[in-house]
């Protein structure tokens, strides 16, 4: 069975940095696409950025330069290095395995001074 | 970007009648692997997102037979053959065909 366990999220002030992990299991994260796509307050979703099989990464232009999707496949985790977070960052922040196929429970993340 | 329109954007339904949500998207999401990456998922309230159907018509294991999904190149639509309580929720269609992936606004469905 498919599961997935974000953590990371909180509180943070604007122009910081947090690190999302995504904790995976029932499958390896680097045999399929493996995602990031958040949802603001009341808002619906969307994507942040993809890393492939092969490692191949992509970045929605709302994040590109400032946040970075990595996995370890030793600890079979997904990643998200979030920086210069701005209010606009604000959103549960989901992982997804495949074509958006399995999603986890999702982490607040909370921008704000 | 490719853009997804998704109508309409409030959906009251009578419980055991049917409903319909159209999503049209800016540009044609034929792959150039042949495939068109068009996805459609329900998030019911206080819930994750969940994918019902996948490349156009494929329905997700688990996903009741009365959800059916249609459409090409540009237009899409998702069909509830007869909409039950457990149904009530914002469903979006989303393309995986071109970068960056994109979703629509998504359409509230709610009992009459």
């Known amino acids: 069975e498919v599961q997935l366990v974000e953590s990371g999220g909180g509180l943070i002030q604007p122009g910081g940095s947090l690190r999302l992990s995504c904790a995976a299991s029932?499958?390896?994260?680097?045999?399929?696409?493996m995602s990031w796509v958040r949802q603001a307050p009341g808002k619906g979703l969307e994507w942040v950025s993809v890393?492939?099989?092969?490692?191949?990464?992509y970045y929605a232009d709302s994040v590109k330069g400032r946040f970075t999707i990595s996995r370890d496949s030793s600890k079979n985790t997904l990643f998200l290095q979030m920086n210069s977070l701005r209010a606009e960052d604000t959103a549960v922040y989901y992982c997804?395995?495949?074509?958006?196929?399995?999603w986890g429970q999702g982490t607040l993340i909370t921008i704000s001074s | 970007d490719v853009v997804m329109t998704q109508s309409p954007l409030s959906l009251p339904v009578t419980l055991g009648q049917p409903a319909s949500i159209s999503c049209r998207s800016s540009?044609?999401?034929?792959?150039?692997?042949?495939?068109?990456?068009l996805n459609w998922f329900q998030q019911r309230p206080g819930q994750s997102p969940r994918r019902l159907i996948y490349?156009?018509?494929d329905r997700d294991s688990g996903v009741p037979d009365r959800f059916s999904g249609s459409g090409s190149a540009t237009d899409f639509t998702l069909k509830i053959s007869r909409v039950e309580a457990e149904d009530v929720g914002v469903y979006y269609c989303?393309?995986?065909?071109?970068?960056?992936?994109?979703f629509g606004q998504g359409t509230r469905v709610e009992i009459k």
């Open positions: 890393i492939s099989s092969g490692g191949g990464t």
């Open positions: 989303m393309q995986g065909t071109h970068w960056p992936w994109t």
């Open positions: 997804s395995y495949g074509l958006l196929r399995d």
């Open positions: 540009q044609s999401l034929v792959h150039s692997d042949g495939n068109t990456y």
């Open positions: 029932g499958f390896t994260v680097s045999s399929n696409y």
């Open positions: 490349k156009v018509s």
